[in-house]
């Protein structure tokens, strides 16, 4: 009988230990997943980023393959944290080559040119600031 219970103990000891292994288990996937998601959502927002960036500057080339989108984001993308989102390498002599400065183009110029001539809204926020009356 002393043979019974020292197995029954070790089993139960064995149990306890494979519970805590797969709870383990299901919080690093967990983890693993939720590093994912948080990288996706990454890509998506500096893909975004940079296709608004590039309508409002030069335009966005035609892209048919993830291939050409990532050898177009090489050139967009500067940051070593946003490159990494991408697998894409980050040298410190390659970023100072893609850092380009600002250059108006004629759609830009046009815009802000148009903006000068409208005339301000006429909203609430033109209005001077009075404090509310109070109502009994």
């Known amino acids: 009988m002393v043979h019974s219970e020292r197995a029954r103990s070790r089993i139960q000891t064995l ?4 519970a805590r292994l797969r709870a383990e288990k299901q919080r690093l996937i967990a983890r693993a997943s939720q590093a994912e998601r948080k990288r996706d959502t990454r890509r998506k927002i500096r893909i975004g980023g940079a296709v608004l ?3 409002q500057h030069e335009g966005v080339p ?4 993830v291939d050409d989108l ?16 991408f697998d894409l ?9 893609r850092i380009r400065p600002y250059e108006p183009t004629a759609r830009s110029e046009a815009a802000v ?6 005339e301000p809204p006429r909203s609430g926020a033109q209005r001077p600031w009075r404090p509310r009356e109070r109502r009994a």
């Open 89 to 97: 390498s980050s040298d410190d002599q390659g970023e100072k080559k």
């Open 62 to 65: 035609a892209m048919r393959s």
């Open 113 to 118: 040119k148009d903006v000068e001539h409208r």
């Open 53 to 55: 960036a590039a309508v």
């Open 15 to 18: 149990e306890d230990r494979l």
């Open 70 to 85: 990532l050898r177009w984001l090489d050139a967009q993308l500067t940051r070593a944290h946003d490159r990494a989102a």
